[in-house]
């Protein structure tokens, strides 16, 4: 099993960066996807969820109407493309698999990826 983040970098405020979270190992189509971030002396939180089964979505209040969360199935990737960044938006991301068919961002998830480092600048 193996879900590898990438598309992290460094932004200026009010930039725009776009994750990858490429899945493999598992029947990806049965599983949710969570996108979250941890910012330094933080606990993870989960900011952005998909679930694969029923397509349906939900967002973390602090990212609403800047992020969203999108998968290809057929690649087994999801995507999560911010907009309008902001510098509390620092942190890791990591993506997280978890069995369910909603779109919940459980900290309990079955599978983790290593993360990708965010960061931006004012």
């Known amino acids: 099993v193996q879900l590898v983040e990438s598309g992290g970098g460094l932004v200026q405020a009010g930039g725009s960066l776009r994750l990858s979270c490429a899945a493999s190992g598992f029947p990806f189509d049965d599983y949710a996807i969570g996108w979250f971030r941890q910012a330094p002396g933080k606990e993870r939180e989960g900011i952005a969820c998909i679930s694969n089964i029923a397509g349906t979505t939900d967002y973390a209040d602090s990212v609403k109407g800047r992020f969203t969360i999108s998968s290809d199935n057929a690649k087994n990737t999801v995507y999560l493309q911010m907009h309008n960044l902001r510098p509390e938006d620092t942190g890791v991301y990591y993506c997280?698999?978890?069995?369910?068919?909603?779109?919940?961002?459980?900290?309990?998830?079955?599978?983790w990826g290593t993360g990708t480092q965010v960061t931006v600048s004012s």
């Open positions: 997280a698999a978890d069995r369910t068919r909603f779109p919940i961002c459980s900290i309990w998830s079955d599978y």
